[in-house]
């Protein structure tokens, strides 16, 4: 079960029954690429914004200071639909780096994207802070050796985050109205503490109705990067 090649042809999709190893690759191929399209089709119809992101990422595409980055483990034909829909053209055009699936050739966990976006920003990873939603996306930030806000999902929101080596953990952006100034103002100056105050909010269960706490900021000639990867709910 599940190592089996189809031994009948499909009429109805015009599929044959694989028998050499080339018609086992395309068959594959061919396959990804209708997963490929439906995937883009739904996209377009149903695609919508995590809460906070698209205020967080106006936030950092206004500040000179800061650099903003999107990485994707999808294929670039999909992350490219992907951006038009939840971002529009401005926004995307406006990116200092753009990483999808088809640009490395190993997947998180491994840190390779991470890795080649740093180098393209040309930064220090330690003034990079970028915001996941999942375990192996933490694992490959980190391995990256960059700070890592998690934003988590129904799936996601029982998994040991911390343990993993997350900086922070918050429901979503809007939750504790988390800022730009949160999630860089510290490791603007090298602290390296991500969303200090909304994190301790998060830890303790906060009232979403709560004051905000306060979040120290600094003036800074360096310049930082914002990776937004939770971009769907």
Known sequence: MG???PTNTNDKLGLSAPYSDADKIALVDHLQAEKTQIYMSLL??????????LRLMDEALADPDCLVGITS???????VLLLKTILG???????D???AGDDVD????DPQIYNMAIERLQIDPKIAVVIEDSKIGLMAAKGAGCNCLITTTTSTNMEPFYATG??????DLDCYAVTLDDVVGKVRKGDRTVCDGKKNAADEGADEGAAAPEVETAESDMRKTVAM?????
């Not at 377009?44 to 992101?53: D, F, H, I, M, W």
């Open 229 to 233: 990867l939770s971009l769907m709910k």
């Open 44 to 53: 377009a119809s149903n695609a919508v914004p995590r809460p906070g992101v």
């Open 3 to 5: 190592t089996e090649w």
């Open 89 to 95: 053209d401005d926004r995307t055009s406006k990116l």
């Open 106 to 109: 190993k997947k998180k966990p």
């Open 97 to 99: 780096v753009f990483l």
């Open 166 to 171: 997350a900086d922070a953990v918050v429901p």
């Open 73 to 79: 483990a999808s294929t670039k034909e999909a992350v």
